[in-house]
């Protein structure tokens, strides 16, 4: 188990890596009212699921939820009838998120730089990878000399 002291290190060194916009929305007293209306009309009235809804707002807002995923989160782990995930997640995305949108594509286009595993190599039809050689390794033995 984590400790929470490291828990919450571990957030503000990824937070001070964030851009400015996005550091304001994530504390914005704004942000919070626009939640809670949009969980007021829809039906989520309790202050814990107000509170994780806003819980996986931030993790959006940090790169960590990817925005596609929002709506199926909200489905799966606050157990919400899918309508209702939809109509909640396409509001949040229309007053929140894309407000924000510049930012958020540098923070997940970072986040996959930095996730991303290249490969080369090819799968044969058994899916069993195949090293390739790189350019400088391979020699091409049909090759003609150009006249």
């Known amino acids: 188990m984590k400790n929470t002291g490291d828990s919450k290190d571990i957030f503000w060194k990824e937070y001070e890596k964030l851009p400015d916009a996005i550091k304001e929305a994530l504390f914005s007293e704004e942000n919070f009212k626009i939640v809670s209306d949009i969980c007021e009309v829809n039906g989520v009235t ?3 699921s107000k509170s994780e809804l806003m819980k996986y707002v931030g ?41 924000l949108r510049i ?19 090819k799968k044969n ?6 090293p390739v050689p790189s350019k400088s390794e391979y020699k091409d033995p049909y090759k003609e000399p150009l006249i």
């Open 59 to 99: 993790r959006t807002l940090m790169g960590k939820l990817p925005i596609k995923d929002f709506f199926v989160t909200l489905e799966l782990e606050m157990d919400m009838e899918t309508n209702k995930a939809k109509t909640i997640s396409r509001e949040i995305d229309r007053k929140i998120f894309s407000g």
């Open 46 to 48: 309790g202050e814990d």
């Open 103 to 121: 930012a958020l594509n540098k923070i997940y286009s970072l986040n996959i730089a930095e996730n991303k595993i290249v490969s080369d190599n």
């Open 125 to 130: 039809k058994d899916g069993i990878e195949i």
